[in-house]
């Protein structure tokens, strides 16, 4: 019988400004750096099952990219909404990135993915008490 091995090969770079297709795996939120941590996951088959962590800053401001976040996402983004972050996981949206300092992938773009029909966006959901860390008021 042949003895089966396999070359580890790493991704090829990302490149700037370029769309890629990504779902969200998973989102928290970090109190000391007042950020909103999404672990994103590449669908395209050039990356993937590559995974990339994106800081977003908070609060939430109507026009700022963590706006733009929720809105690919198809999550209405108004003044003093109630956002509750956990309910975008598993969106799946078109990303863009620009390289940061220490050759790390930021954000500096979101859309949704065209499915051919256009969707409406989610209305934020009223706040519940055992939610209530997870909600987020747009300012």
Known sequence: MPK???IVKSFPQIRREHPYNVRVVEIRKNTETKTMEL?????????LGRRITAHLSLPIRPNGLTADYFRSCR?????????????TIGSEIVVRFEEAAGSDWQPIHFEPISKGEENEPVQPQPE???HRSDVFTVR
């Open 4 to 6: 089966w091995a396999e």
């Open 39 to 47: 672990t994103l996951e590449f669908l395209g088959p050039d990356q």
């Open 75 to 87: 999550v209405e983004v108004k003044p003093r909404a109630r956002i509750s972050p956990r309910n």
């Open 128 to 130: 519940t008490a055992e």
